[in-house]
């Protein structure tokens, strides 16, 4: 389906980095949900580039909702957002010339399109794209956390500092909702954006690990095989700009275990079935088990750095260097988190709506 995504709640991405606008459209939205502006104007703030540690470019975000929505309720209608671009400085990228930024998708573009793609600021493949996809998300997001689910990421690590794990997930989901760094201990996050500066005065950039957890899953959600609920996150979340990696509960580090150390062992607690751990991820068979869905998500270093690099010429075909210039974030995972929430709660409305109904979120 190229840039849509969901089956019963479809999401369609447009749109290029110093195109005009970009944008969105949301379609099979269950009817009568309210859509809090307020809150996607902070969801889009946290993914906006802040201070030192982030690009240069400053967008405002000044979206508009164009149809699907009426009196603060969704209509039922497709519901399309367009957010403009306004702070683009193309020039920059004219300076560039043909080169293709190692680990950018600058020479696999070309291979498919041939010239036509627009490159300015990494074109239809920029992660300024994530904008409208936060906007959209914090829709679901309110949507879910009316049914009771909550869904909240922190970066883990970044540049060999780590921040602590998930204690009391409630307490920690809503204490990330506030903070502009999304790390749970503020000292780790200090020391994070000490690192991210300092990769940043080398002219180079640093990579982080996010983590999202989701309380509040019901039991019975997903299908076995192809359209498991691992398989189908993975999906959206591999959609994400520079995201490389995506591991359920211990994930990799399972396969260096026992079966006596990575099972869950089932409870009988007051009429429910749950686990004293969570080795899972919340996910057996392909299918919600009732404990918290727990998802880490690598994110790479920003390709575009000022460090020369060996790189060839599109045009000429000859090789060359490239110190690149211009505006670029020294590191990507802090901003992602807020990408990571409306990806997974857009892909959990979609799997929920597929489950319970069209009506399920009202
Ligand atoms: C929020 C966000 C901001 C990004 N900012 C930059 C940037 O400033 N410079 C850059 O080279 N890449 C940036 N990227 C990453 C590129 O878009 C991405 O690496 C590129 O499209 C190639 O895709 P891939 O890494 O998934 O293979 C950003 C990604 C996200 C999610």
Not at 231 to 243: D, H, K, N, S, T
Not at 259 to 280: F, L, M
């Amino acid at each position: 389906m190229k840039n849509s995504i969901g089956n019963t709640l479809t999401v369609t991405l447009f749109g290029e980095s110093h195109g005009e606008e970009i944008g969105a459209v949301l379609d099979g939205i269950t009817p009568g949900l309210p859509v809090n502006e307020e809150h996607i104007r902070l969801r889009l703030a946290q993914r906006r580039p802040c201070g030192a540690i982030s690009t240069a470019r400053r967008e405002q975000d000044e979206f508009r909702i164009v149809s699907g929505v009426k009196d603060g309720v969704t209509t039922g209608a497709p519901l399309a957002i367009l957010i403009p671009n306004t702070d683009t400085r193309s020039a920059d990228y004219a300076a560039m010339g043909d080169l293709a930024r190692p680990s950018h998708a600058d020479l696999a573009a070309r291979a498919k399109y041939h010239g036509y793609e627009d490159k300015r600021g990494g074109g239809h493949f920029s992660g300024r794209l994530t904008a409208p996809l936060v906007a959209l998300g914090s829709i679901a997001l309110d949507a879910l956390e009316a049914k009771g689910i909550f869904v909240g990421t922190h970066l883990k690590q970044m540049g060999g500092v780590c921040d602590r794990d998930f204690e009391n997930a409630g307490e920690d989901i809503r204490s990330l909702q506030g903070t502009a760094f999304p790390t749970l201990s503020r000292e780790a996050g200090e020391r994070m954006q000490a690192a991210i500066l300092a990769a940043k005065e080398a002219g180079d950039s640093l990579g982080g690990l996010l983590e999202c957890i989701v309380t509040g899953m019901p039991q019975g959600v997903g299908e076995p095989w192809f359209d498991g609920v691992e398989g189908v996150l993975a999906r959206a979340l591999f959609a994400i700009p520079a995201v490389k990696g995506v591991e359920f509960g211990d994930g990799f580090a399972l396969a260096a275990m026992r079966g006596s150390e990575a099972n869950d062992p089932w409870r009988a607690v007051d009429g429910t079935v749950t686990s004293p751990t969570n080795h899972n991820g919340g996910i057996n068979g392909g299918i919600t088990n009732g404990m918290p869905l727990l998802m880490r998500i690598a994110v790479k270093p920003t390709p575009t750095i000022g460090i020369a690099q060996d790189t060839v010429d599109l045009t000429t075909g000859e090789n060359a260097t490239l110190a690149a210039r211009g505006r670029h974030d020294p590191a990507i995972a802090h901003r992602a988190r807020a990408v990571v929430d409306g990806v997974v709660a857009l892909t959990l409305c979609d799997l929920l709506l597929g489950r319970f109904g069209t009506d399920y979120l009202k």
